[in-house]
């Protein structure tokens, strides 16, 4: 549920910022009318794409099951 309500802070949060400040054309042709929600989700589905890859490849923050449960055990049993 926690991740829930982060992802869409994160997109409340990303969609007001993009609408005050959205980001500038390059190029010389016309741009396409600007949608901050849009824009917001793609740029929140690149990082959690970017996150699961890494930790699917062993080099992310998240720590694996095994580590995780010893590390429990070893707090409960206080060592």
Same mark, same amino acid.
């Given at each position: ?6 992802? %869409? ?6 969609? /007001? %910022? ?24 793609? %740029? ?5 794409? #970017? /996150? ?15 580590? /995780?449960?010893? #590390? %429990?055990? #070893? ?5």
């Amino acid at each position: 549920m926690r991740a829930v309500v982060l992802l %869409l802070g994160f997109l409340t949060l990303g969609t /007001a %910022l993009f609408t005050a400040w959205p980001p500038t054309v390059v190029g010389d042709g016309k741009a396409p009318h600007f949608q901050a929600a849009i824009y917001t989700l793609d %740029l929140l589905q690149a990082r959690v794409v #970017a /996150a699961v890859t890494e930790n699917l490849s062993g080099g992310g923050v998240l720590p694996r099951r095994a580590d /995780a449960s010893s #590390a %429990l055990s #070893a707090c409960r049993s206080g060592a």
